[in-house]
């Protein structure tokens, strides 16, 4: 699904499930830190609008998007969540580098979730250019933090049905 020209970040939050009593690890790259701050922020919002609190959301920074994996695995491993949210900004360079930061996050975060016990969330831009990252994290196009915080939300209330 194409999201060119929409800002799908305004949910009903109505329609959304409560965190209430939910407690959720989010992974944050530190690298384009502008823009997993701005992901991060709009996490932060929406989780606490749907009556999760401060103190239940704990953030744990790595050094780039690559180590996402391992922070998500690490946040699994406290079996203390219940959803995890990795948050990156992978932008398009000249070299195939991009493409296999982008796999290699992909595959892991999908690993995690066919092998873990606890939902782990992909908010990990991946543009191709910085531009485009700033109209997805906040910008035009809305914050990818939000729909995030939804699907944490949604995911952590499938765990407990």
């Known amino acids: 699904m194409s999201s060119s020209g929409k800002n799908i970040s305004e949910h009903e939050l109505d329609s959304i499930p409560t965190g209430k009593g939910y407690k959720f690890a989010v992974i944050v790259s530190e690298w384009n830190i502008e823009i997993t701050q701005n992901l991060f922020l709009g996490i932060i919002k929406t989780l606490v609008k749907k ?59 999908k690993d995690l979730n066919v092998k873990g016990n606890v939902p782990v969330i992909f908010c990990v831009l991946t543009d191709n250019n910085i531009s485009q990252s700033i109209e997805r994290s906040g910008g035009i196009h809305g914050n990818k933090g939000i729909e995030a915080a939804v699907s944490a939300l949604k995911m952590a209330s499938l765990n407990f049905q």
């Open 51 to 109: 009556e999760v609190l401060e103190q239940d959301i704990h953030r744990y920074n790595v050094p780039g998007s690559f180590e996402l994996v391992y922070g998500a695995k690490f946040a699994q491993k406290k079996n203390s969540y219940n959803a995890i949210i990795a948050v990156g900004c992978i932008v398009k360079g000249e070299t195939s580098h991009f493409d296999f930061i982008s796999n290699s996050v992909s595959n892991g975060i």
